[in-house]
């Protein structure tokens, strides 16, 4: 991505970049977004080049279309902009302040190589139009739920009738990892990314953190689990 902007902005000089990231990589929960966005936001604080949001969020999107082999924006947006983010086309994003919600994510200890890719194998061409009527509708229930600040509709729209039932092969015990976390409260629960890693909304959510790891457990496979909360902070200057 910095690469790309030295090509196409004339830039004369080089650039060193260090990152120090806390994000597990290939686990589905946004790695190279991360890297992709702090990059972005940095090169263009540091160069002066005064993007607008489309501007900047789409030159992190050729980060990580370096990773993934297209620029999708659906990561690199929420990394930059905090909040819930919908992307439409040309990176036109929407952004809404998310309601406040407790989330448990729950990453096993199982390795793919070529995850990305594995993952998109996964997935059929095609779809049954049922399922694709039911995915929009909850896609639509969860817009309302953000900007209703309605958590319990937040999570239980959380339901995704087109990959994770592919993915999910991914993932060893799945079924009873989600079908535990909905037991001790969860609202919703699903698969976070590309996976494996699973993620749960709830009240209760060391509960539902400890039940998940307990079902992975179950299937004799390791795992940590994450407690957090929805950010609206953003890429920022520390």
């Known amino acids: 991505m910095i690469n790309h902007v030295v090509e196409h902005r004339g830039v004369r000089h080089g650039l060193r970049v260090e990152i120090e990231k806390g994000i597990p990589p290939g686990k589905g929960l946004g790695s190279s977004g991360a890297s992709?966005?702090?990059?972005?936001y940095a090169v263009d604080r540091l160069l002066r080049l005064d993007l607008s949001r489309k501007q900047i969020v789409g030159l992190a999107a050729v980060g990580e279309a370096a990773v993934t082999g297209s620029p999708?924006?659906?990561n690199v947006s929420a990394?930059?902009?905090?909040?819930?983010?919908?992307?439409?086309?040309?990176?036109?994003?929407?952004?809404?302040?998310?309601?406040?919600?407790?989330?448990?994510v729950v990453i096993p200890d199982i390795h793919y190589e070529n995850k990305t890719k594995l993952a998109r194998s996964?997935?059929?061409?095609?779809?049954?139009?049922?399922?694709?009527?039911?995915?929009?509708?909850?896609?639509?229930?969860?817009?309302a739920a953000v900007a209703l600040k309605d958590s319990v509709l937040f999570g239980k729209s959380i339901c995704d009738n087109l990959v994770e039932p592919h993915r999910a092969e991914m993932i060893p015990n799945f079924?009873?990892?989600?079908?535990?976390?909905l037991d001790a409260g969860a609202y919703g629960c699903s698969i976070a990314?590309?996976?494996?890693?699973?993620f749960?909304?709830?009240e209760n959510s060391v509960e539902i953190g400890r039940a998940m790891s307990e079902a992975f457990s179950d299937a004799g496979v390791r795992s940590e689990v994450y407690y957090t909360r929805p950010s609206n902070l953003g890429?920022?200057?520390i």
């Open 36 to 40: 992709a966005a702090a990059a972005a």
């Open 72 to 74: 999708h924006a659906d």
């Open 79 to 104: 990394s930059l902009l905090g909040g819930f983010t919908m992307v439409g086309a040309d990176f036109d994003v929407i952004r809404l302040e998310p309601p406040d919600v407790d989330i448990a």
């Open 122 to 143: 996964l997935l059929p061409e095609l779809v049954k139009l049922k399922e694709a009527v039911l995915n929009v509708g909850n896609a639509s229930r969860m817009a």
């Open 175 to 181: 079924w009873a990892v989600k079908r535990a976390a």
């Open 193 to 198: 990314g590309g996976g494996p890693s699973v």
């Open 200 to 202: 749960a909304v709830g």
């Open 235 to 237: 890429a920022r200057v």
